[in-house]
């Protein structure tokens, strides 16, 4: 021991610690990471501050460059003053907020709309933080949040009735989002359980509508459910166009949802389903509290993949003439007031749908943290 | 399930009776009209939310006839792809979206076309640097075509039957069209004209592009309802007449009030002075002086959308009144 107090502790080579050392290992550990990382440092050194300058310092937000509000288009710096050095001109997504929100949802009653996003965060906290106080109540207003939110967009029971053409923007983006993902999952569930069942006829028809659905891409199903869906209907029985566009969405979530969970089904190692037998557990109580538990807990990051997936796809609803966010967009564009403004509507909606697929990714690379799904199974 | 169902239960519309198109329209308070999802100058929505355009005009009109009350109508968003089933279903009562009246259109797929209200054809637009002025001479061109469409096929049968070649730059939508052609990916842009028109006025400097005076095909657009219902087929008919003939007749929003007292026996007509001809329709004998005094005549629309001083910029040309040059000509209001 008293030697040991003779030498001094040699700290590591400078080269292999600190910022230093991260750099040197982790960008510039052979002559082709040392290449890739001066290029990217290089495209990013020409493309950050021009991005920045566009965007933000020589754009125009509410007013152009000799200081007027911008109305129309021809307002716009960039437009008024081709010659100089002017970047985005924001004012169309400033005047046209409200629409890219919400579309023409009358104003006097938007409170509905600002009232159901509230309520879908306190829908989504019991799902999100496991440690709420009274998370159990929480969670049956989860369950009830669908029809509640359905009610105060829609209407009824007292309040006006807005028809779902009235809907736009971020709205119609949500609705098919939320509603499409947390109907999907349940029945994702019961389809994965459904193909894996014992009873031929359900185990066909779950293989049958989930190899369907995922054999036809969703453009096929929107058209579906605008044009030969009412044909199945009775005459006169007219279901609305965003209903029917839902249901196309919801079945299309719902195949690819099983076969994800169906991949957290064929993880569970065969022990745990004997071990929930032999403590006499019926099957939907060994699903329920053995099985589903483990399942979904491993297939979060594909779950969360898909649903991110469905998020984007939405926007395909344009081609069959609902005004989501991206459509939204597009009318704008087709207003003589702000035409030709297409990268401004581009770049925000692109930020949009960044800020909510980016807020899912990272929520769902926590979850794997917390649940640590990463689990080596059996090894302990 | 259970619960999806009962949603679907509660948002499905009741069994309408099956009675005919005015009076649903008339006992639901409103009109259902189909748009396009955004056209400049045919239809739009604007800041504040209200849809706007040449084609949105003839929606209101017919609310106007109706309702006397041109706000008095829903615009449902259709597609190129959509339009038709919409229709079809019942979802919307009529259509005012650009539309081409073909034979197949007006008889295989049970609509009713009741009229024009704008005579459209293909067109070329090319960079004024590029000194052609006849599409004859655009041999070897590259032309950015939008792919699944007749003007992609009208275009084949132009080169075929000039005798030259053309180099295809497939593109879907206008806006890609637009990007490409200023970009100088392609030389040519082809569409109907309006479209061409419309393109032109987003460009940085419009006058470095001229619009060929060639058009190679007839694409008549007009308003369309289902077929078999002859009485509401009739109130489109009218209601879109009424703009043409009232422009005819001199008679606009401003100066309608007066017309009144005019001394012309059609004007009278018109506005329902003398004669009972909106009670023939099943309308108030002044449907004619709401859809003018609230809408204006044909050119007041024209002018305001798609006119020479919008952005657009489109001449009267074809659509010009029969008696200025154009073929437009609506049958007598008597």
């Not at chain 1, 040699?10 to 002559?31: D, E, Y």
């Not at chain 1, 994800?260 to 699903?287: C, D, F």
Request: proline letters at 4%.
């Amino acid at each position: 021991m008293e030697n040991n107090s003779n030498f001094e502790t040699r700290k590591p080579p400078v080269a292999t610690t600190g910022i230093l050392g991260w750099c040197r290992q982790h960008l510039f550990s052979n002559w082709i990471n040392s290449f890739i990382t001066l290029l990217v440092i290089y495209f990013l050194y020409q493309l950050i501050p021009w991005f920045l300058d566009w965007s933000v310092f020589s754009a125009d937000f509410w007013t152009n460059y000799k200081g007027e509000l911008i109305v129309d288009r021809t307002f716009c710096s960039r437009v008024a003053d081709p010659e100089g050095d002017h970047g985005a001109c924001w004012a169309i997504i400033i005047v046209r907020f409200y629409q890219f929100m919400y579309g023409f949802y009358p104003s006097e009653q938007v409170w509905r709309v600002n009232l159901t996003y509230f309520l879908l965060v306190v829908a989504l906290l019991p799902l999100l933080i496991e440690k709420i106080p009274g998370r159990k109540h929480l969670i049956k207003f989860t369950i009830a949040f669908p029809i509640v939110a359905f009610i105060l967009l829609y209407g009824g029971f007292g309040f006006q009735i807005i028809p779902t053409n009235k809907w736009g923007g971020l709205l119609v983006t949500l609705v098919l989002g939320v509603f499409g993902i947390a109907i999907a999952f349940p029945l994702g569930i019961l389809l994965a359980l459904g193909r894996r069942s014992q009873l031929p006829v359900i185990s066909m028809f779950c293989t049958l509508f989930i190899e369907f659905i995922r054999g036809v891409p969703l453009i096929t199903l929107l058209f579906f459910g605008m044009v030969m869906l009412p044909l199945f209907l009775p005459e006169g029985l007219n279901l609305d166009g965003l209903v029917r566009v839902l249901v196309a969405v919801t079945l299309f979530q719902a195949a690819y949802m099983a076969e994800v969970i169906r991949g957290g089904l064929q993880a569970i190692p065969r022990g745990q389903y004997e071990a929930a037998q032999s403590v006499g557990l019926s099957y939907w109580q060994m699903n329920r509290k053995i099985i589903l538990p483990q399942a979904i807990r491993i297939s979060i990051p594909s779950i969360v993949n898909t649903s991110i997936g469905l998020f984007k796809d939405t926007t395909l609803v344009i081609i069959i003439g609902l005004l989501d966010l991206l459509g939204i967009g597009r009318g704008a564009l087709a207003d003589a007031t702000w035409m030709g403004l297409s990268n401004e509507v581009y770049v925000f909606v692109a930020l949009v749908f960044f800020i909510f697929t980016f807020s899912m990714s990272r929520y769902s690379l926590y979850l794997e943290k917390k649940l640590k799904t990463g689990i080596n199974m059996g090894a302990d | 399930m259970k619960k999806l169902l009962s949603i679907f239960a509660v948002l499905a519309f009741a069994f309408s009776a099956n009675a005919g198109t005015l009076d649903d329209v008339k006992n639901r308070g409103f009109l259902k009209c189909g748009v396009t999802t955004g056209l400049i100058g045919f239809a739009a929505p604007d800041d504040a939310g209200n849809w706007a355009g040449f084609d949105v005009d003839v929606c209101r009109a017919v609310a106007a006839a109706i309702f006397g009350d041109s706000s008095k109508v829903e615009f449902t968003t259709t597609t190129g792809k959509s339009r038709f089933p919409t229709l079809a279903s019942g979802e919307i009562d009529m259509l005012a979206r650009n539309t081409t009246w073909t034979l197949s259109r007006d008889v295989n797929l049970g609509f009713e076309f009741v009229g024009v209200n704008y005579y459209d054809g293909q067109g070329f637009m090319i960079p004024s640097a590029l000194g052609v002025d006849d599409a004859t001479g655009l041999d070897g061109a590259t032309v950015c075509i939008q792919t699944g469409t007749t003007t992609e096929l009208n275009l084949a049968d132009f080169f075929r039957a000039n005798g030259i070649g053309y180099e295809a730059l497939p593109i879907e939508t206008n806006d890609e069209a637009r990007e490409n052609l200023f970009a100088g990916r392609c030389d040519v842009y082809t569409t109907d004209a309006s479209g061409l028109s419309a393109t032109r006025a987003q460009a940085d400097d419009p006058d470095k592009w001229v619009v060929l005076p060639n058009i190679i095909s007839k694409e008549p657009l007009g308003p369309l309802v289902r077929h078999g219902d002859h009485q509401w087929g009739d109130v489109v008919r009218w209601s879109l007449n009424t703009m043409i003939i009232a422009e005819e007749l001199g008679v606009s929003s401003s100066n309608v009030d007066d017309s009144k007292g005019s001394n012309v026996p059609e004007v009278l007509r018109l506005l329902g002075v003398e004669g009972g001809y909106g009670e023939m329709l099943e309308l108030s004998n002044d449907f004619a002086y709401n859809i003018i005094k609230q809408v204006g005549n044909y050119s007041e629309s024209f002018d305001r959308n798609i006119g020479p001083d919008t952005p657009l910029g489109i001449g009267r040309n074809l659509n010009a009144l029969w008696t200025d040059g154009g073929i437009l000509y609506a049958p007598p209001f008597r």
